[in-house]
């Protein structure tokens, strides 16, 4: 069995202790999308201001887990500032990075191909929760939001 | 007679395996009890020796398997004080049972401008049927509230009741525990006019139960709460409200006739038995029946006040104030369902903790959310309590309790 270190890395609970763009943002001019977890409950709400296909500003906001926390902290860290294109590969590598390979999962591609180069930083610290099934989609819960958020952003323009 | 825990536990095999190097603490049971052998050791002789499907040959295997399950009906019946057989339907889990109810009983009853009325504390089987209903139907749902204590506040209780067609309500709380006052509730809603639904999952296992005492009109339970397998619900229902209602699934068993004109529906309780049902189901529930009526359910009742007692004493003591224990504070009003709140530390990292000791605990919203909005909570990390654990299995959850505390202390 992997350990709890194997999961609950230090920069993690760093960024569970001290969220990062922790709050809201006005609506309109910013966009709010929602995202849930039906089997535990956890709520996270993204809030995105974005000038053309740059996210200028995110917000975070809801509850739940550490991992769902620290995951959503961290991506809101990765993004912002980012194009839609860029958050789009850094979403594709963080998702491989969770075993989960988007390319597989329509058909269009194999286990490992199409997986853009991106550097992950601190997201790095997630890895271990590969080893957790169960969590993986606590990880993923703030990205699916974002994707969702980022589609209804671009539908709207 | 107190309850020999020692002896229970070698009985369930999945007991002493390890997770890891640690002894399982399996604290769980509020979603699923684990089985003793005798239940497997019942469907497994049934599957060697007996199978056939029911109600259809005439060779010595149908007419075997159909008494067995017959047996196990009458066995369910007489386990929760039954007036007859007849009363018992077997449904694939509680949930079903509450849908066919709705249903049924629903749809031929209840138009545009009835009301039901349910709790804040039910389990989301006890509230979707009736939000599905109240779509299609036009009718009221309304709410009794829980106060601050986990009780159900029954204050306003007649002014709910008025007009009210049916109230549907948890006869124990499978996230606070509390065991609610049926009998009033009932006396009170038949002065009314109105109907009773018991969700009786989390207190048929648990404690001896007289349905008739109870005083509702429809309860339902689940198999594989109370030692028995999954695949298996119970609907017990007053004999005239069963046969006045309409089947609810159609298909083969539940009919006497059937021509290009239409069908003839059969007497209970095949009415509402359509398809072949899950008979080894049924004969190990009869099996766990057998079980817990061996040990006695006053006995139960009596080990797991007095487990609940020592867990809610020692918790507080050895965690310390970042503990809250949702529901009653006072064991003999509650069942062994403790619902944690360690401030600072999700319920499932709680999970991912105790996981690491062995100890099963479940966390998440219980199927509850609306009370989960009420308690001021997205989820809680639940430990729920049979009549295989012990002080041994208490220790080893506060132990995990205080590492989980001490690993998120910051």
Known sequence: ?157 | MSLDVAAVKRDFPILSRKIEHNRLVYLDSAGSSQHPRQVTEAMTTYYDLHHANVHRGVYTLAEESTSMMEAARATTSRFIGGATANEIVFTKNATEAINLVAHSWGRANLAEGDAVVVTQMEHHANIVPWQMLATEKGIELRWIPVDERGHLDLTDLDRLLDGASLVAVSAMSNVLGTINPLRRIADAAHAAGALVLADACQYVPHLPTSIQELGVDFAAFSGHKMLGPTGVGVLWAREALLDAMPPFLGGGGMILDVTQDGFIPDGLPAKFEAGTPPIAETIGLAAAIDYLEALGMDAVREHEVSLTAHAMRLLTETVGEKLTIHGPTEPSERGGVLSLDLEGVHPHDISQVLDQHGVCVRPGHHCAKPLMKVLGVGATARASLYLYNDEDDVDALAAALIEARDFFSF
Request: hydrophobic share 35%.
């Open chain 1, 1 to 157: 069995m992997p350990g709890l270190e194997d999961l609950y890395r230090e920069i993690i609970l760093d960024h569970y202790r001290s969220p990062r763009n922790k709050g809201e943002l006005e609506t309109p001019p910013a966009h709010r999308t929602e995202g849930f977890n039906p089997l535990c409950g956890d709520e996270i709400v993204v809030y995105i201001d974005a000038e053309g296909h740059v996210v200028k500003d995110i917000k975070i906001g809801g509850q739940g887990c550490s991992i769902s926390q620290a995951s959503a902290s961290m991506m809101s860290s990765a993004i912002k500032g980012k194009t839609f294109s860029d958050i789009k590969d850094i979403t594709r590598a963080f998702k491989a990075m969770m075993s989960i390979h988007e390319g597989k999962l329509d058909g269009s591609g194999t286990e490992h191909d199409d997986v853009p180069e991106v550097k992950l930083g601190d997201l790095e610290a997630l890895r271990g929760v590969v080893k957790f099934p169960v969590r993986i989609k606590c990880a993923t819960l703030s990205w699916n939001t974002l994707a969702e958020a980022l589609a209804e952003v671009s539908e709207a323009n």
